[in-house]
């Protein structure tokens, strides 16, 4: 199952709203999770099952969508959002990602 | 806390051979399934293996099969990549990560590990 995030970068500001997509080649229900990675650092997972925030992480992180249309929504970009951001589908095997959206200070 | 180290990375000549260990604490290995993934420098995220509880299934990503072998020792609470004929294309870092997997209804790769960085050259 290949995934097509868009857009694969984005500039934004402090406080912007963002949206960014992941497209499925075939449906997958809800199977699917958002990551945040820093340079340097593991991925981060932000949301799982398309919508369900992951615990810890920040109410401004949100996610919606089921079978091949999916968003990441971050209501309210704040300075340690910026970062590379990847879908991910867990429908079956062999689980793949999106190609990432880096996300940038404008 | 939970914590997953990985380590093992290391330079190795093509055509090589190098084995990832990923120590597990915190959370119960012996009934979590495992997986490991690789990034490429500057690059993407790929998945690589998947291994269940009881090491009694195991999956892999095409580029691998045949090459790579995942295991489990659950009395030690780790987890292994056996990596053979290793080529350029498998320089990466790599993670572990816990598979949480609760009867199809909930899938969740919720703790990773702070990689270990293979590089394959000559």
């Known amino acids: 199952i290949q995934l097509t995030q868009s857009p694969s970068s984005l500039s934004a500001s402090i406080g912007d709203r963002v949206i960014i997509t992941c497209r499925a080649s075939?449906?997958?229900?809800?199977?699917l999770a958002w990551y945040q990675q820093k340079p340097g650092k593991a991925p981060n997972l932000l949301i799982h099952a398309a919508s369900t925030l992951q615990n810890g992480v920040p109410s401004r992180f949100s996610g919606s969508g089921s079978g091949t249309d999916f968003t990441l929504t971050i209501s309210s970009l704040q300075p340690e959002d910026f970062a590379t951001y990847y879908c991910?589908?867990?429908?079956?095997?062999?689980?793949?990602f999106g190609q990432g959206t880096r996300l940038e200070i404008k | 806390e939970v914590q997953l180290l990985e380590s093992g990375g290391d330079l190795v000549q093509p055509g090589g051979s190098l084995r990832l260990s990923c120590a597990a604490s915190g959370l119960p290995f012996s009934t979590s399934p495992m997986s490991w993934f690789r990034q490429p420098p500057g690059k993407g995220l790929e998945w690589v293996s998947t291994?269940?509880?009881?090491?009694?299934?195991?999956y892999y990503a095409d580029s691998v099969k045949g090459r790579f072998t995942i295991s489990r020792d659950n009395s030690k609470n780790t987890l292994y990549l056996q990596m053979n004929s290793l080529g350029v294309e498998d320089t990466a870092i790599y993670y572990c990560a816990r598979y949480y997997y609760i009867s199809g209804a909930q899938r969740l790769f919720d703790y990773w590990g702070q990689g270990t960085l293979v590089t394959v050259s000559s």
């Open positions: 991910q589908q867990l429908n079956n095997y062999p689980i793949t």
């Open positions: 075939q449906a997958i229900t809800t199977f």
């Open positions: 291994i269940s509880a009881g090491a009694s299934s195991t």
